[in-house]
């Protein structure tokens, strides 16, 4: 069984960096070929598709954050990772991890994913 859980910084400046970790256990034979993605859910409103890394390590981003996210994975630690520059308080939301064996881009019903994290609350105030 295929586990995710975010891990990072819970209180982040304005300007500043958010970096957020999944790390993910249990992933084995064809879950290895999964497709990684993250999603958030800003208060009050619906959930916002960020980006995805593939198994062979591509990257696709929703054009909106495009100039401002990064997604990677390190192998060592089974993990992958988010970073989203320049971060304003309208980037303050619940962060998910997921994957899914199918790559949908811009995705968020959690009907298409396989597995989704708990989540971690992420805020940028001063």
């Known amino acids: 069984q295929v586990q995710l859980q975010e891990s990072g910084t819970g209180l982040v400046k304005p300007s500043q960096t958010l970096f957020l970790a999944c790390t993910v256990s249990g992933a084995s034979g064809p879950t290895a070929f999964y497709y990684w993605a993250w999603i958030r859910q800003p208060p009050g409103k619906g959930l916002e598709w960020m980006g995805v890394i593939s198994y062979t390590g591509s990257t696709y981003y929703s054009p909106s954050l495009k100039s401002r996210t990064s997604i990677a994975r390190d192998t060592s630690k089974n993990q992958f990772t988010l970073q989203l520059l320049s971060v304003t308080p309208e980037d303050t939301a619940v962060y998910y991890c997921?994957?899914?064996?199918?790559?949908?881009?811009?995705?968020?019903?959690?009907?298409?994913?396989?597995?989704w994290g708990q989540g971690t609350q992420v805020t940028v105030s001063s």
């Open positions: 997921d994957a899914a064996k199918t790559l949908i881009l811009g995705a968020t019903d959690k009907n298409l994913y396989d597995y």
